[in-house]
């Protein structure tokens, strides 16, 4: 099948994706492992560096923009310094950030990862941080973004990627809007919370714990089949993509049989932190490049495998993905 997918993979270049959402700034503290605390049984760490990357809607934008997309960033931001680092790093990237707000009465979520190694180690986490809390959105901001979302068509953007971690920027409206596109463009959904709220989307792509937290059941063994089914119902959307870690992915079609993906690569990931955004940046673009549910799933599957061997926040290259395909 591998010759098939290296056409929609080589149509990335020409197709146009907006991201919506919750931008986050994933911030690393790399530190060496020193000694241990004489004040409490803890390690020490020396300094060595601190570094911001974008996550949520950022990491998967810089995704899209990665695999050889033209994307576009559409949210709100803190007018602080992780904001402003944020949207300058979209920027350098290629990513169109005209609609990404910094506002001063916002503050941008933050995620802090304490990386801890030393000299001849590799750095493990040894602690997160987060400072983030739901933001409502003033009725002027949620117009700007609603007006920005409702322009996607008539601008030739070819999809819509909502991002919702929950963080205030996805209202009803916003989920609403992203409905409507679904009949003029490929709309995809990655929600933390409420991807059962998402009505007639292209689709909807949760991870196991997502959808066990929306239908009260883990969606495994004969349950797996019962959940896809119910996601598809609740949402009206064309399919859902569970993720399902070191099992892979499942794939879900109204009108289709179940198909279950085995995991691309090792099984034995190196870090999963912003795979998801991986995953459904190189769904979304696959289905906007012509690609059937099943065949963007494949492709989406490639990608997953390639991220989670990456530390930290980390984005696929369309020519690493390319170089899956060889052969084929």
């Known amino acids: 099948m591998s010759g ?53 809607g950022g990491n998967a934008a810089m995704n899209a923009a990665s ?45 802090m990862r304490i990386m801890a190694g030393g000299r001849n180690t590799s750095r493990q986490q040894v602690i997160r941080v987060d400072h ?15 007006k920005a979302l409702e322009a996607l068509p008539g601008d030739g953007v070819d999809a819509l990627i909502v991002s919702d971690y929950g963080l205030g920027v996805v209202t009803e409206a916003v ?15 990655d929600s933390r919370r409420r991807g059962d709220t998402f ?12 959808a066990e937290a929306l239908l009260g059941y883990l969606p495994e063994g004969d349950r797996l089949g019962e959940a896809g089914a119910a996601l598809l119902e609740r949402t009206g959307a064309r399919a859902v993509l ?40 190189a769904f ?10 099943t065949e963007a799933a494949e492709i989406a599957n490639r990608a997953a495998g390639l991220v989670v061997m990456k530390r930290g926040t980390a984005v696929v290259y369309g020519k690493e993905l390319l170089g899956t395909l060889e052969g084929g």
């Open 67 to 111: 695999l050889g997309g033209r994307a576009a960033a559409i949210g709100a931001l803190g007018s602080d310094p992780n904001g402003e680092e944020l949207s300058r790093m979209l920027k350098e990237v290629g990513v169109a950030a005209g609609h990404l707000y910094l506002e001063p009465d916002r503050f941008t979520p933050t995620k």
């Open 175 to 189: 989920r609403e809007m992203a409905g409507r596109l679904a009949g003029e463009m490929i709309v995809t959904a």
């Open 132 to 146: 983030e809390r739901q933001l409502p959105m003033s009725p002027e901001l949620e117009g700007r973004i609603l």
């Open 199 to 210: 009505r007639g989307v292209t689709a909807i792509t949760p991870n196991e714990e997502e």
């Open 4 to 56: 098939p997918l290296r056409a929609f993979v080589d149509r990335f270049s020409s197709l146009r994706v907006a991201v919506v959402g919750d931008y986050i700034a994933d911030e690393f503290i790399h530190g060496d492992t020193s000694r241990i605390s004489r004040e409490a049984p803890v390690i020490v760490l020396d300094f060595s560096s601190r570094e911001i990357v974008p996550g949520g």
């Open 242 to 281: 569970i993720t399902r870690g070191s099992k892979g992915m499942s794939v879900f079609e109204s009108d289709r049989p179940q198909r279950d993906i085995s995991v691309f690569g090792s099984d034995e990931a190196a870090d999963v932190t912003g795979a998801g955004d991986t995953v459904i940046a």
């Open 284 to 293: 979304t673009l696959s289905l906007a490049a012509g690609a059937s549910v």
